[in-house]
């Protein structure tokens, strides 16, 4: 196949300027989240959902009524008519209020102390079995778990009884309506192929680019300011990060860390010469670049100087078919094969699948997989995350965050939401006018970032495009 060209041109990157907040959903959302969660748990004839949560797996219970326990754990009883019950520890009974639901009158709360850390009161709550009892769960009720990961045959026997929930909940689930009666129910919200989470709403795609718009501030600012002789943690502040809670770790990945995968800062100085990845990551987004500490080619090591033209310029091709070839009824097996074909494993060492599916949390899971019969559908919203390894080259990304809508979601959207609409629409142009990628016009980027890739950091302006 010939390849297009690809130029390195200078651009001034796209600004959204200053983005209102988009936060906490209507309680009516949330009341349909929990209908539609109800039509599953019929669906599959369970009688109770248990969906648990901790400092690190909120996310369902996030999606569900909007709260996520801090310090403690949390747990939500919902059964197929009552208005869910949630359990919490001693510190998150105030937190509460961050709830829709909770302050329309729509979720009952209880005080559950073994919930708290070690050490607080914890002797005037009722036992989990008088509570399950009280809910219902008694001999003959079906309980479904929700943590944060569910299981295949491939990994475990009896993979529908593989309960990722701590023990002294599980075991007094099964002490009061059987063990055969306690299955993983997790992917109810996290299956690339019906999860409930796996495709958004209007809301949910203007929060989440709410997220995306303040990451790719952070972004723009950190490469517009990034600079060798400072340490890592100086480099960090250019991220300007606004205190909204974050998805993963901060990264940078340079000269004192580079045999570190994942590696947040370590307090390096960063050296002109050397690669560089770094991400920032809020709840629903995750924008990540990864070039080098130079400001062009002649600042790289005699084995890397062609780079750009060895392997980001593939690496950006490749991302472009990728993208154009996101569209719904694709099958994920076709994005998967896309990427093998165009970056071969023994060249750019893809491992990790192709692209896959965010929500509060950085990963959901993917329907881009070898062989993969799930289909794009729309409301699926993609991390577009292609990870290309070399030890001579390092790396490239173009990592940003995209939702694909059909026409009657991009109503939706363009009605209720005609802010987040414009700059979606924007930043199509952008892409299609600057770097000369035509998207599918179901594809909405979510970023200022999407589809910039500058090769050298000490340059960001200078990026790689379709357009001389």
């Known amino acids: 196949m010939k390849q297009r060209p690809v130029f390195l041109k200078e651009i001034d990157w796209p600004e959204s300027g200053t983005v209102s907040p988009i936060i906490f959903p209507p309680a009516d959302e949330l009341l349909l989240r929990i209908e539609r969660c109800r039509q599953q748990m019929r669906a599959r004839g369970l009688s109770h959902l248990l969906v648990y949560g901790d400092r690190e797996h909120f996310a369902n219970l996030l999606y569900l009524v909007h709260f996520d326990p801090r310090f403690e754990e ?60 009280e809910e219902g769960i ?49 992917d109810l919200f996290m299956s690339p192929a019906y999860g409930l989470k796996t ?17 790719a501030d952070g972004m723009r600012n950190l490469l517009k300011n990034f600079r060798a002789g400072v340490t890592d943690f100086e480099l960090v502040n250019e991220y300007r990060l606004t205190g909204y809670p974050l998805g993963c770790h901060t990264g940078i990945k340079s000269s004192g860390n580079l045999h570190i995968g994942l590696s947040s800062p370590v307090g390096a100085i960063i050296r002109k ?3 560089c990845s770094t991400n920032i990551s809020y709840w629903g987004s995750n924008i990540c670049r990864a070039g080098w500490v130079a400001e062009s080619e002649s600042d790289l090591p005699p084995e890397a100087k062609d780079y750009v033209e060895a392997f980001a310029v593939p690496y950006f091709l490749a991302c472009v078919q990728w993208l154009q070839q996101l569209r719904i009824g694709t099958k994920g097996k076709l994005l998967y094969d896309l990427i093998q074909e165009l970056l071969p494993f023994d060249q750019f060492a893809v491992f990790l699948n192709p692209g896959h599916l965010i929500h509060f949390e950085e990963w959901v899971s993917s329907p881009v997989y070898r062989d993969s019969e799930d289909e794009i559908r729309s409301g699926m919203y993609f991390q577009f995350d292609i990870i290309p390894r070399s030890k001579t080259y390092f790396s490239s990304r173009m990592e940003d965050g995209i939702v694909v809508a059909d026409e009657a979601l991009r109503q939706k959207l363009q009605q209720e939401y005609p802010a987040t609409w414009n700059r979606c629409m924007a930043r199509r142009a952008f892409m299609e006018d600057v770097l000369g990628i035509v998207l599918p016009e179901e594809i909405l980027p979510l970023s200022d970032t999407a589809g910039i890739v500058p090769p050298f950091f000490l340059n960001y302006r200078k990026v790689l495009s379709l357009k001389n």
């Open 74 to 133: 949390a747990l939500l009883i919902l059964d197929l008519h009552s208005d869910p019950l949630l359990l919490v520890g001693n510190e998150c009974v105030s937190h509460l209020t961050v709830s829709p639901l909770y302050n329309a009158a729509r979720l009952r709360y209880e005080r559950y102390q073994p919930f708290s850390l070690l050490s607080q009161p914890r002797d005037e709550s009722r036992s989990l079995e008088i509570i399950f009892t």
């Open 138 to 186: 008694t001999s003959g009720a079906t309980v479904g778990c929700v943590g944060w990961k569910y299981f295949s045959a491939t990994e475990l026997q009896r993979p529908q009884h593989a309960i990722d929930l701590p023990a002294f909940i599980v075991d007094s689930l099964r002490g009061l309506c059987g063990a055969d009666n306690v299955t993983n129910a997790t």
């Open 199 to 215: 495709t958004c709403s209007a809301f949910e795609i203007a929060h989440f680019e709410f997220s995306n718009c303040m990451a």
């Open 273 to 275: 010469g050397d690669p």
